[in-house]
């Protein structure tokens, strides 16, 4: 049988884990905090859905447009901001068109009003660069870009054709660039079995 101090110091422990439990509210004064903190916060964060879902819904208005809303508003200022672009593409095309008319079909050579051409075989290499080289010196540029078919009844255009040739378009460029008058050579020339012109 355990000593009489042992079994009063169980009794008191007993007693004591009994009477202090954490969660025990037998005036329900917790509970009532509880459910008013939560009803408050559930309709805080139901406000705040709430106006979220409305401002995803709105159109807003920009200050200083008058009412104007905001997708009309930017659409104006596209229109406004590419119409601007054209105008001035416009302009600028005029300009540069208006300065290739000014000085005339023929460039006066200092020697006086003669005629300095040269052809331009597309197949040759070194066309293009003898070209650029040369074209602030010439008045007519020569190219042999159209032949007679072999049938002689069509025009055979491949010479000049810019996705077989693309080098053409520089030519074109470069002619442009320095006022020169194009004029496409017609040959009817044909290449022979053995590599000579026939």
């Known amino acids: ?34 459910k008013r903190i939560g009803t408050l916060l559930g309709l805080v964060s139901v ?6 879902l409305v401002s995803l819904f709105t159109v807003p208005l920009l200050p200083g447009f008058h009412g104007i809303p905001h997708r009309q508003a930017r659409a104006q200022y596209i229109l406004k901001r590419d119409r601007e672009r054209l105008l ?19 460039r ?10 040269a052809f331009y075989a597309p197949w040759q290499e070194t066309g293009l660069h003898s070209l650029t080289a ?3 010196r ?5 190219p ?15 010479d000049w054709d810019p996705i077989l040739t693309p080098h053409n378009l520089d030519v074109l460029k470069i002619a442009r660039a320095n006022n020169l008058n194009v ?16």
């Open 47 to 52: 406000l705040i859905v709430s106006a979220w």
């Open 138 to 142: 010439m008045t007519h540029l020569l």
């Open 144 to 158: 042999v870009w159209v032949h007679l078919s072999p049938d002689a009844r069509a025009l055979d255009l491949h």
């Open 88 to 106: 001035a593409s416009i302009a600028k095309d005029n300009k540069n068109r208006r300065a290739r008319e000014a000085k005339g079909p023929v």
């Open 183 to 198: 004029m496409p050579v017609f040959s009817n020339a044909q290449v022979s079995p053995n590599g000579s012109g026939v």
């Open 1 to 34: 049988m355990p000593p009489d101090g042992l079994r009063f110091y169980m009794i008191v422990r007993f007693s004591t884990m009994h009477d202090s439990a954490v969660f025990f509210d037998p005036s329900h004064r917790r509970w009532w905090w509880v």
């Open 108 to 117: 006066t050579i200092e020697a006086g009003n003669s005629i300095v051409a």
């Open 134 to 136: 040369n074209a602030n």
